[in-house]
């Protein structure tokens, strides 16, 4: 197993910065407002030849109530518990605070080791703050700059002096890198569940959860196992509509829960039982379609919905006229917070990757366009001209795309597109996922030939 480094500080000293270094890519929201990072983000990380596991976490508070501040320092506290070795972060430029010293004075009585980084060094402003961190009784600071990538040299060889003490490996051989897992993006609006959801799925109180809306910020990754699948839960910031979103932070969680959707493999829809498919649920959902990622809807709070019939019969309607290109989603209803009919969605979500990869062999293909066109014929193009369609292929899946080609592809209705799409749909037990008719102008690649 690769090791595991936690990231820790007090807010807004640079830890999100350290980690989008460390794995090399803007994995983790940075922003001058403290307090940015509330969850803890995993990513696989390098420095060298080092291979380990980095884990960035919310600013250390002195809060111990039931506030947010307080859940985020617990969150904290549990991936230190976790670690094999901690980085303490301080801002050298500003100087020790008494944050910084109650906080190395707890990290002292832990077990594990801590390295001191001193961050910001980046001209001669830092180095008195770097002096003061001596002060804080845990060795040697480390002077980097997350931002600009200075000192990563000295804190490569800091961290190669504390894995190889602890016997800890650093990297992982061939024979233990495997296939990557399935990535399944949690999203909806704010308030939802989806923090909830994903703490359920697991059985542990890995992310943030609370009555606050907007508690999650980033995209969170949670690697987890179902049935001897590897899954990667993504949990997401809700997704509010543009005309709300005014401040630069939201702007950025809103893009991390977009490029979450654009890399998922499936995508959850969590809707609230009580209040289903608002307009911006159809938005979200319409961008999932969109990016062409396998969908399925999952109705939380279902155990304080009081007309259940008539509320899913309510949702059926609304699909069926404003989502007409996934038709047949799977709809799941569940309560994550009691985990009632949880156990419905790990199948569901499976099954909907399964038809997102499914590929349909060309000569089925073709027998169904004969069907199909013999029920019910292209309509004559402008000119009084017969629309003839040949042949059809399946040149990928993910989502499942066809290419029909034909003479007069440009002049095909879109109504006889969508004819096609849900008979294929029928066909083929494609229900749920979005597919790719693209027309094209030729003929089959593989008639007309002439014998020699």
Sequence with gaps: MQPTIVIAGRPNVGKSTLFNRLVGRRDAIVNDQPGVTRDRREGDASLGDLRF??????????????????????????????????????DARAGVTPVDEHFAKWLRTLSVPVLLLANKCEGRAAEPGTYEAYSLGLGDPVPVSAEHGGGMNMLYDAISEVL??????????????????????????????????VNALIGDERLLTGPEAGVTRDAIT?????????????DT????????????????????????????????LVLDGEQMLERQDLTIGRHVIEEGRALLLVINKWDIVADKPAAMAALRDRLQTSL?????????????LTGKNLEALMPAVLKAYEVWNQRVPTAGLNSWLADVIERHPPPLAANKRRIRL???????????????????????????????????????????????????????????????
């Design 53 to 90: 596991r980095a884990v960035d976490t919310a600013g250390l508070e002195d809060a111990f109530d039931d506030s947010l501040p307080a859940r985020m320092r617990r969150q904290t506290e549990v991936a230190i518990g976790d670690a094999d070795l901690v980085l303490l972060v301080i």
């Design 237 to 268: 910031a809700g997704l509010r509509r543009k005309a709300r979103i005014h401040e630069k932070l939201e702007q950025l969680s809103v893009g991390d829960a977009l490029n979450a959707i654009q890399y998922a493999e499936v995508v959850a």
């Design 324 to 336: 007409p290109q996934v038709a047949g989603v799977t709809v799941v209803t569940l309560s994550a």
């Design 164 to 197: 190889a003490d602890r016997g800890v490996p650093d990297d992982l051989s061939e024979a233990e890198i495997e296939q990557g897992p399935l990535r399944l993006a949690i999203v909806g609006r704010p308030n939802v569940g989806k923090s909830t959801l």
């Design 222 to 234: 949670v690697e987890w196992e179902y049935q001897g699948q590897r899954i990667a839960l993504v």
């Design 390 to 452: 040949r042949y059809v292929t399946q040149p990928k899946a993910r989502p499942p795309t066809f290419a029909v080609f034909g003479n007069r592809p440009e002049d095909l209705p879109d109504s006889y597109v969508r004819y096609l799409e849900n008979s294929l749909r029928d066909r083929f037990d494609l229900a749920g996922t979005p597919i790719r008719i693209n027309m094209r102008k030729g003929k089959n690649p593989y008639g007309d030939k002439k014998t020699k």
